[in-house]
């Protein structure tokens, strides 16, 4: 009922950037948190960043200063401004979203399909 559409994955050489879109759609009451995570092969999934359905946003140690997110209410979309790139940021980056789908109902995660991130050295 809820569909997660991420865009905005590439390659890329070091120092560049990439701008990462996740658009939530369907049987939405309401969202909650919102969330970029990257998993690299071999590793586990990591948070790279999150924004609450306040707007206040936590970034990870290692994006800090180089990544921003940011989210639209109005088109249900979470962004991520990704700069100055490096190679260690190379992975699957997916979209993950708290979503409520009825009045007074339980809280969801859902996640998107994945957008390949590779930072060329």
């Known amino acids: 009922q809820v569909q997660l559409v991420e865009s905005g994955g590439g390659l890329v050489q070091a120092g560049g950037s990439l701008r990462l879109s996740c658009v939530a759609s369907g049987s939405i009451f309401s969202i909650g948190t919102m969330a970029w995570y990257r998993q690299a092969p071999g590793k586990r999934r990591v948070m790279v960043a999150r924004?609450?359905?306040?707007?206040?946003?936590l970034l990870s140690d290692s994006v800090k200063g180089r990544f921003t997110i940011s989210r639209d209410s109005d088109k249900n979309e979470l962004v991520l401004q990704m700069n100055s790139l490096k190679p260690e940021d190379t992975g699957v980056y997916y979209c993950?979203?708290?979503?409520?789908?009825?009045?007074?109902?339980?809280?969801?995660?859902?996640w998107g399909q994945g957008t390949q991130v590779t930072v060329s050295s």
């Open positions: 993950n979203v708290d979503v409520v789908i009825s009045d007074r109902g339980p809280l969801y995660d859902y």
């Open positions: 924004v609450s359905s306040g707007g206040g946003a």
